[in-house]
């Protein structure tokens, strides 16, 4: 009885704290002092409404404890769940809050989802909700939902588990998935399982099955690099038609997965002997699958020696007058791959061909292959090129360059956003005005004539 009548005074004080500071934050216009003096109010509150004086039960409702805070009866109904001497990572989530019983209930993350079973978004948040709990757990939760999910919310679900380098246990979340009776949730599967296995299995369930059996249980680590070995087998030897086929099936792969569990994917495929290959490749000039690779080298950073001898021969001849469709994909995908920090090298050819369009004699094929080296020198994102792309732009005196430069170089290597205005005399007047938060040896350089 006295446990009711203090919580019903606690509620009671939490409604009034919550109505005379939302008349004080109207009554102040919304000033800064109003709101910190609410949260003040509401802060100290909260830390008065523990499980014991509201009366919540751990098999009950959800706690209402401090996060990083068991209170004695989730305590003890979760460690009736999971054992008396349950480590303390297996009585609270990912966030620090505490598990309650109902968080280990199938039937209660069941009911939660089909609350709403045509609203995919409902379906998602809980999904994330889930992704919270400790790995295991939140595995468990999942296979047991899944048979009854809607197949809108099973399209949704497995984004938690994948997304910014995904869970430890993402192979196992996507094995539901990859194993569902709809082709559009077996799809999604095997599109995320891409970034773990650097194959698309879409229409060929035997091949995930196989790749499943040798590597589903294991780390993720070893999984990514095992996967990336097999790739690399997989390619030597393919016919140009198979290897381009293949490459397009893989040209927007997410690599996230690789840096979060730390594996040095550039160093695994190196050692495979990728970049042999792709020696190959460049040197055997097909159609189309040269573009390809250097696309697919762009996103692996090889070594500057490497890219030296085997793509900047590319560059030569690219302030030629006019440019065949095929030469000009060519030598877009060679300034592509060059733009990289460390790739300083490069330099000079990637500015000459941003200033032979300034000239206009490039032909129509030309604009890809300036535009990629603009936007290379932005990532490589040397300050000394600074002034030399503000002199490119003070040479164009139609003015094509102002955007074209302004926008895709300058704006990254300056933080300053574009806008119309910004020709040759603004960025003259910029320079003059900004030279000194340089380095000495930048700021003492001249805008070329």
Known sequence: MLQRIQTALIVALVIAVAVMGYDSFRMRRETSEAMRELTAGMQALSARLTPQETGVDANEGEALAVPGSLGAAERDGVREAVGAEAPESLLTDRMGRPLLAADRDVATWRARFLEQPDDWRHGLAVAARIAELPPELALEMMSGVWPDLPVGHKEQVLKPF????????????LQLAAADDAPSVRERAYAYLESYAFRNFDGDPAAYAAWAERWQGRPLDEVLVGSARELVERLNGLSFDELSREMELLEDLDLRAARKFDVDLD????????LRMAENWILADEEGVTTQVLDWVDG????SEWMQTQVMPLLDGATRAQLSEEDAGVMAAACRALGEPGYGFAREPLLEIVAQRGTGSGGDAYDGVAMAAVMSLAKIADPRDVPRMIGLIE????GGQDYWVGYFGLRGMTGVSWDESHDGAWWRAWWEANRSGYAPEVAALEIPD
Do not use: C, K, R, Y
Request: glycine fraction near 10%.
């Open 162 to 173: 994948v997304f910014h380098g995904g869970h430890e246990l993402a192979l196992d979340f």
């Open 300 to 303: 692996l950073s090889p070594p």
């Open 395 to 398: 040479a164009d005196a139609s």
């Open 267 to 274: 160093a695994t495929f190196e050692e495979a002997g990728l």
